[in-house]
């Protein structure tokens, strides 16, 4: 299905394992995010992409790697997660950088990290 | 740098109630002003935006937020809410120069009960 995917949708993991999620999109937009949404600071942006190869900070991305040899993926890794990465993960893609292109989301990954 | 804010962390209102939700931006530029809604165990996904032009912008479902540039406001108002519209709702910003990114607010929930 065309779209943005998100996966796992739940995942579990214990303090300093190395845990990956991934996000797949199928309209080939230029831009890519991620975000996290945490309680009382809605959603932070911790890496962004525009276009493969090209990735850059945002304001959250200690303890994060982000990768993106295709333009449709765009995985974010934590190296060695710790429990103040529990969160819920939002990727999103933007066919472009003028504020009439939109953000589509993906439906998000629950992170718990014990 | 922009910023968002949004008072209100919890609205509670009975269906068929009018119901406004506040969202207040700092920036040193003009900007451009959406609401995103997040229904339980979704993504975010785009309930309206302003851009230029009319200060008054609506959605499908009824919602509408004005811009007030004097105010630095983008409230989002509905005149008779109904049980589906239990979510949470975004303000974000995106400045007018270059590429930069979407700027949330904290997040509203708006809880309708019957």
């Known amino acids: 299905d065309a779209g943005i995917t998100q996966s796992p949708r739940y995942k579990i993991t214990e303090t300093g394992r190395q845990v990956t999620l991934m996000c797949h999109q199928t309209?080939?937009?230029?831009?890519m995010f991620w975000y996290r949404q945490d309680l009382g600071h809605g959603l932070r942006l911790i890496y962004y992409?525009?276009?493969?190869?090209?990735?850059d900070k945002g304001e959250v991305p200690d303890g994060y790697v982000v990768s993106r040899s295709k333009t449709e993926n765009f995985p974010l890794t934590l190296e060695s997660a710790t429990r103040s990465q529990t969160s819920v993960y939002f990727c999103?893609?933007?066919?472009?950088?003028?504020?009439?292109?939109?953000?589509?989301f993906g439906s998000g990954t629950r992170l718990t990290v014990v | 740098a922009q910023s968002v804010t949004q008072l209100d962390s919890q609205v509670p209102v009975f269906e068929e109630a009018p119901v406004e939700l506040r969202c207040n931006y700092s920036s040193s530029v003009s900007v451009y002003l959406f609401w995103y809604v997040q229904y339980p165990n979704q993504g975010l996904q785009l309930l309206l935006k302003?851009?230029?032009?009319?200060?008054l912008v609506e959605s499908i479902n009824g919602f509408e937020a004005e811009f007030n540039k004097s105010q630095t406001s983008f409230h989002l108002r509905k005149p008779s809410v109904h049980i589906s519209d239990t979510a949470e709702y975004f303000c974000?910003?995106?400045?007018?120069?270059?590429?930069?990114?979407?700027?949330f607010g904290t997040g509203t929930r708006l809880l309708v009960s019957p």
């Open positions: 302003y851009l230029s032009g009319s200060t």
């Open positions: 992409s525009a276009a493969a190869d090209i990735t």
């Open positions: 999103a893609s933007s066919v472009g950088d003028r504020p009439f292109h939109g953000y589509t």
């Open positions: 974000a910003v995106r400045v007018n120069t270059g590429f930069q990114k979407l700027v």
């Open positions: 309209w080939s937009h230029s831009y």
